[in-house]
């Protein structure tokens, strides 16, 4: 008879296009998609997280502001009930598709959108779909791998299949920037960086503080390219 655990394992090993594990650690992204949800949230706001993973974000924003009123969504059950045990969070939805979640009529002042986009296969009309369930003068927290960080060019240029296989796109931040601001004609009111991943050595906890101080020094070479969006109302 399998364990509960190989059970996990094996569902994880042949579930399409995703990639989080159910180990998944507090990585600097998850802090600081967290700091900025609660910047712009207000004292009590609502925050959905799609795809929310093992809730690693969701579990950040709750230490930071208990108020905030906050909504798990992910395609994955295992992903749900890791995030319910290790959060709290009791309003909970399993979602077939991104997509699906577009015309539910719900609407939040924050969406959390982070390392998710890179995995959709019309990643301008997510985005849009994303914008529309926000409320007026809302904000959308985005996240997307960097595709030109140190640790993929050594993978690269050692001929190791570093990609991850579940990504469709990828951004660099220069295309990033172009792709928000002039192909979606979105209102970036931030950008931001998570940290500068050193290869080999980044596993240790104690050198996080100097690659998260490197990021700010080169944000083009960050682990995450991040931007928060928020929502223009329509003139009346």
Not at 81 to 107: K, P, Q
């Amino acid at each position: 008879m399998t364990s509960r655990n190989e059970r996990i394992d094996e569902a994880y090993r042949t579930r399409p296009n995703v990639h989080i594990s159910y180990e998944q650690t507090i990585k600097p992204y998850h802090h600081k998609i967290a700091a900025l949800v609660c910047k712009y949230a207000g004292t009590s706001g609502t925050v959905l997280d799609i795809g929310c993973g093992v809730g690693n974000v969701l579990s950040q924003i709750g230490e930071r502001n208990p108020l905030l009123k906050l909504t798990a969504a992910d395609i994955d059950e295992n992903n749900l009930s890791i995030t319910r045990e290790r959060t709290g969070i009791e309003d909970i939805m399993m979602i077939d598709s991104v997509e699906a979640m577009f015309d539910s009529g719900l609407s939040y002042d924050v969406i959390v959108f982070s390392h998710v986009l890179e995995h959709t296969y019309r990643p301008l009309d997510v985005l849009l779909g994303i914008m529309k369930m926000l409320k007026p003068n809302g904000v959308a927290v985005l996240a997307v791998p960097n595709p030109v960080r140190l640790g993929i060019f050594l993978g690269n240029v050692t001929k190791l299949h570093y990609v991850n296989r579940g990504h469709v796109y990828a951004w660099d931040r220069s295309h990033w920037m172009n792709f928000l601001e002039n192909i979606a004609g979105l209102n970036v009111i931030e950008y931001s960086h998570d940290f500068f991943p050193l290869p080999f050595i980044n596993r240790f906890r104690l050198v996080q503080p100097l690659e998260i101080w490197l990021a700010q020094i080169f944000p083009w070479l960050a682990f995450s390219n991040i931007a928060v969006i928020r929502k223009e109302c329509e003139a009346s």
